[in-house]
């Protein structure tokens, strides 16, 4: 009996039980062959309309029209891009300046402002704190098109039509980069870390700055990616307001270019690689601090 009890344990502690990261990463190594390729598949499924864009924008219109289609890149790209910057219907660069200004002002206030917005009905207590987020997730089951008209009408009060300032200052906040930011902020810095900082004698902005800033700082990148990508992308809206086709954003240029009796695709698809670089550039150079934050909320979730 007493030999067969001390076995047991003895036993038990020779299993190796992946635990933590290694463990992660052998059931990630221990992945099936269908899982790889699908995987591969849904990799070049992604990328096959950039690398296509790429194609295109590097051949002449009609060798882009023809059956069997070629999927090598030409040697007309920089041609092609030439004829689009220098397009003066399109006026892209332009476009490229106004959305680069617009995309990277609402970026910023987003993120500033919804930072400090989301620490505040995370971790201060302050009366009608919770009247205040539902009024800001109200906000964002209304559609955007309720409001086109009267914030169209506000506009021309102001006499802001054909004006830069239309497309910017109306975005400086948005309900989900609050929300976003209050959720991440009452999990990623603890009470205690803030009361400490209060017995330094830290005020609430030096809090914020020292304390709360660093902690959010790979939600702020995902939140800063996914605003300027909206931006970016926004058609609609400054269609509406900026009817002057010498002061367009990028998104009108583009529409422009395809606004002919005959359209030229390589210098559409040209224009649109142009657009699309900004958000590869701006991708690459924050990719670490983007995914390591989705990455972080996934497994806080």
């Not at 790429?54 to 999927?71: G, K, L």
């Not at 976003?180 to 914020?208: F, K, N, W």
């Not at 240029?253 to 958000?279: C, E, H, I, R």
Request: with cysteine.
């Amino acid at each position: 009996m007493t030999a067969v009890t001390m076995g047991t344990p003895q036993a038990t502690t020779d299993r190796k039980v992946p635990t933590g990261a290694s463990g992660a990463a052998g059931r990630l190594w221990r992945a099936s062959p269908l899982t790889v390729l699908a995987l591969v598949l849904a990799t070049i499924l992604s990328f096959f309309p950039f690398y296509w864009m790429i194609v295109i924008a590097s051949r002449t219109s009609d060798t882009a029209n023809q059956w069997p289609p070629a999927f090598v890149p030409g040697g007309r790209l920089g041609e092609n891009i030439q004829r689009v910057l220098s397009n003066d219907n399109a006026n892209i660069v332009k476009g490229l300046m106004n959305s680069l200004i617009a995309a990277g002002t609402i970026t910023f206030t987003t993120v500033l402002l919804g930072s400090l917005a989301g620490f505040a009905f995370a971790k201060l207590r302050f009366r009608g704190k919770n009247v205040l987020l539902l009024v800001i997730l109200a906000t964002m089951m209304v559609p955007v098109q309720l409001g086109v008209l009267p914030l169209y009408i506000l506009m021309a009060k102001l006499g802001w039509l054909n004006d830069i300032k239309s497309i910017i200052v109306p975005f400086l906040v948005s309900g989900f980069g609050i929300f976003m930011m209050r959720q991440y902020a009452s999990q990623a810095v603890p009470d205690e870390l803030i009361e400490a900082a209060r017995v330094d004698g830290c005020s609430t902005l030096r809090i914020y700055w020292h304390v709360v800033v660093p902690a959010l700082r790979p939600a702020a990148a995902v939140l800063g990616l996914l605003t300027f990508m909206e931006q970016w992308n926004q058609f609609f809206w400054p269609f509406v307001v900026l009817a002057d086709q010498n002061n367009p954003t990028v998104q009108i240029s583009l529409k422009l270019l395809n606004q002919a009796y005959f359209t030229d695709l390589s210098q559409v698809f040209a224009g649109t690689l142009v657009a699309t670089v900004p958000l590869f550039v701006l991708f690459v150079l924050f990719a670490r601090q983007i995914i390591g934050g989705i990455m972080e909320g996934a497994v806080k979730a």
